[in-house]
């Protein structure tokens, strides 16, 4: 298995919602990515987790929180959004070492109304 | 800090012509290249990268790129361009903890 898997494909949310985005890989890559992109733009780094562990956080708001529960699997849990936050959401996983790339999702497309 | 810079926001090709995609990168230490593209609504794809070694780095769908440590520049290439390369082509610098990406380059190859 070569992919990264995320679900929904699309997710339409109010203000008020409670509403969680799913990544998952088998590749057994240990380090996972959040990006956010809006269009014709470069995706934009929001969080990383290193061997299920929080090790950046791009100073990222509190209404977008991440959960990694085991080694192949990262969420994000959105609460009380803004439509600015309407995007595509990227998910990505990556073996440790630098000479290595990224493997990406297909992404959530995001529309808080 | 390590960066890449596209300098085109989009690039037109005809059909058949050769096409380029430019990019330049800053970084202290060794460079670790990337270059993705993107199809509409869809996530990124991974082209080809650079490690080490030949300057010449062939990738996925007929795609090469070029390492020119002299002018810190990693472009990329196809000798035939088809209609079916329309996308939007993102260059990107690995460091320890993330990739970052440049700006991105829209290619439109006309029929």
């Known amino acids: 298995d070569t992919e990264v898997t995320q679900t929904p494909k699309h997710l339409v949310m109010g203000m008020t919602n409670k509403k969680s985005l799913k990544c998952e890989q088998h590749?057994?890559?240990?380090?996972m990515y959040w990006y956010k992109q809006k269009a014709k733009k470069p995706p934009e780094l929001m969080f990383v987790y290193s061997y299920e562990k929080l090790s950046i956080n791009e100073s990222v708001p509190s209404r977008f929180s991440p959960e990694c529960p085991n080694s192949s699997l990262l969420n994000l849990h959105l609460h009380a959004l803004q439509p600015e936050d309407s995007a595509l959401y990227l998910c990505?996983?990556?073996?440790?070492?630098?000479?290595?790339?990224?493997?990406f999702g297909s992404g959530t497309r995001l529309t808080v109304v | 800090a390590q960066s890449v810079a596209q300098p085109e926001d989009q690039v037109n090709v005809a059909e058949g012509n050769p096409l380029t995609v430019k990019c330049t990168y800053s970084v202290s230490g060794n460079p670790y290249l990337f270059w993705y593209v993107q199809y509409p609504n869809r996530g990124l794809q991974f082209l080809l990268k650079y490690i080490t070694g030949d300057n010449l780095v062939k990738g996925s769908y007929g795609f090469e790129a070029e390492f020119n440590k002299s002018q810190t520049s990693f472009h990329l290439k196809k000798p035939s361009a088809l209609v079916s390369d329309s996308a939007l082509y993102f260059c990107a610098v690995r460091g320890y903890s993330t990739l970052t990406f440049g700006k991105g380059t829209m290619l439109l190859v006309s029929p």
């Open positions: 590749m057994g890559h240990r380090a």
């Open positions: 990505a996983s990556s073996p440790q070492a630098i000479f290595e790339g990224y493997t």
